[in-house]
């Protein structure tokens, strides 16, 4: 299994419809609004590290109104 956390940076006003779209990806195990630097922070879980990959380049980081991402993979 492999595990990440993204901390994204989204545009003023488009929060509600980031995190909904984030929620509606089945690896998305959790998405939370957050105060300070960042403005969300997601735990996503895959079967493997490619897999991961995919979800994390293909699906979270062309969501719209996203405007920065951290990436941090858990190391087991």
Known sequence: MALAFMLLNVRPGREEEVLSQLRAIK????????YG???M?????ADSLD?????V???VKKIENITSVISLIVMH
């Not at 690896?27 to 957050?34: P, S, W, Y």
């Not at 897999?51 to 979800?55: G, H, I, N, S």
């Open 27 to 34: 690896e998305v195990r959790d998405a939370q609004r957050v």
């Open 37 to 39: 630097v960042y403005d």
């Open 41 to 45: 922070v997601v735990k996503i879980e």
């Open 51 to 55: 897999a991961l990959k995919q979800v």
């Open 57 to 59: 380049n293909n699906r």
